[in-house]
């Protein structure tokens, strides 16, 4: 069989792709029977094209008549895409939808229920609070894949050489703030931290400070308040000393990936997802789980999978999501290529994960979970989060004060919300 992986660059490719490949409102059924599946993922490349390789060609081993499509694109161009997709009449038969942006497919009807498909296919294996969370008015709309926490890398040889005590779980901000200033050389281009000045990191830091994101009816923003204003400033006052500038980041793509592998960032505040990435590199490295303020507070992220609404393969779109998402092959394969992990309700499944000595405190992964920061979902998420990160973008290259950047973005997203 030819190879599946089509690695996406841009929208047009993905549009190209999508009419050589056949649409997902077309017949892609061959004259033997044998169906073609298309399938866009943004969490699989670079680093693990061939784990989820090593699951397609599982699945289609059990189900000889399916050819399953693999289609990715960077996660920063990825709902675009996905959004341009399905807009044209392209959509893929199944695709990887984030936590954050399933309400928005689920509710403009883009979706299949999936269990209307699967009538008393077994759910049982999947962690319960996991299945729920793809939940909409009563019916699937996804199952999920993987989940995955923040934590803090940190760069052990730089903190030895410098004389710095290496981060502990009792960490606070203060403690970060002190660390990365001895940390930082500027002039050697040797930053102390590296925390994205962002909604992703907003929101969390914002539950960190004890603020909350929205009011309690969720019909107003509420993160314009005094513990708003703490943890954008904590985020932006890291820009120009601890860590690089706008300018100075230039646009790179990977520019934090690609300086903490080279041994010249202290400390990285990302995802378990970089742990496979991150095996070889010439220095000693480890993860805590990340310092709070008034409280602790992780982000966790779950994935799942869902297929069109327009998908002329419904029968073959969920079994091929079930596979992906809880057979012994994909949860086997993401623990041992440190590719997230599986929201299986089998814990035994995840107990290898703790056995791998890179990180040696993958404990931490599992300790993270203890404090959830969950992102706030509206239906208009990705104008949300666009929203909040130009303001905050506007912040931290001094163009704004941060009150006065926290007040434009509440009333950016009070219209939203409205």
């Known amino acids: 069989m030819s190879r599946h992986f089509l690695i996406v660059a841009a929208a047009t490719a993905l549009l190209a792709s999508a009419c050589s490949q056949g649409s997902a409102t077309k017949a892609t059924t061959g004259a033997d029977g044998r169906v073609t599946l298309r399938y866009f993922t943004f969490s699989a490349a670079p680093d693990h094209v061939k784990d989820l390789n090593k699951i397609e060609k599982a699945f289609e081993k059990e189900n000889p008549k399916v050819d399953v499509v693999v289609e990715t694109a960077p996660f920063d161009e990825y709902f675009t895409k996905l959004q341009t997709s399905i807009a044209g009449g392209t959509a893929p038969d199944t695709f990887e939808l984030n936590y954050e942006n399933f309400v928005t497919y689920a509710s403009a009807g883009s979706l299949l229920d999936l269990a209307g498909v699967a009538g008393d296919g ?5 962690a319960q609070e996991s299945l729920d969370a793809f939940k909409r008015d009563g019916k699937q709309y996804a199952l999920p894949a993987s989940f995955s926490t923040v934590v803090l890398f940190y760069n052990k040889d730089l903190f030895d050489k410098a004389g710095v005590a290496l981060p502990t779980a009792d960490w606070t901000w203060a403690d970060e703030q002190a660390a990365a200033a001895k940390l930082t050389d500027r002039k050697k281009g040797v930053y102390g931290d590296f925390q994205p000045v962002q909604f992703f ?12 994101f929205l009011s309690a009816d969720g019909k107003k923003a509420a993160f314009d308040s005094p513990q708003g204003v703490k943890a954008a400033q904590w985020l932006v006052s890291k820009v120009g000393r601890t860590m690089p500038t706008e300018a100075e980041i230039g ?23 970089q742990f496979a990435g991150l095996k070889d590199v010439p220095f000693e490295w480890d993860v805590v789980v990340e310092p709070g303020d008034a409280a602790k507070a992780s982000a966790v992220f779950h994935n799942a999978v869902a297929a069109s609404a327009t998908t002329k393969h419904a029968k073959e779109a969920w079994a091929w999501a079930r596979f992906l998402s809880s057979s012994d092959t994909a949860a086997t394969t993401r623990v041992e290529s440190s590719w997230e992990l599986p929201p299986v309700a089998d814990q035994q499944v995840l107990a290898g994960y703790l056995k791998d000595p890179k990180p040696a405190n993958r404990q931490a992964v599992f300790d993270s979970l203890k404090s959830i920061a969950l992102p706030p979902v509206i239906k208009r998420q990705q104008e949300m989060q666009d929203a909040v990160t130009k ?8 163009r704004k004060p941060v009150p006065d950047a ?6 950016d997203v009070n219209a939203l919300l409205g």
């Open 406 to 411: 926290l007040k434009a973005a509440a009333a």
């Open 391 to 398: 303001q905050l973008g506007e912040a931290a290259a001094g």
């Open 251 to 273: 646009g790179t793509a990977d520019y934090d990936t690609n300086l903490f592998k080279s041994g010249k960032l202290a400390m990285w505040h990302n995802g378990i997802w």
């Open 122 to 126: 077994d759910t049982s294996v999947y």
């Open 201 to 212: 990191e907003f929101y969390k830091t914002l539950k960190q400070a004890g603020g909350e």
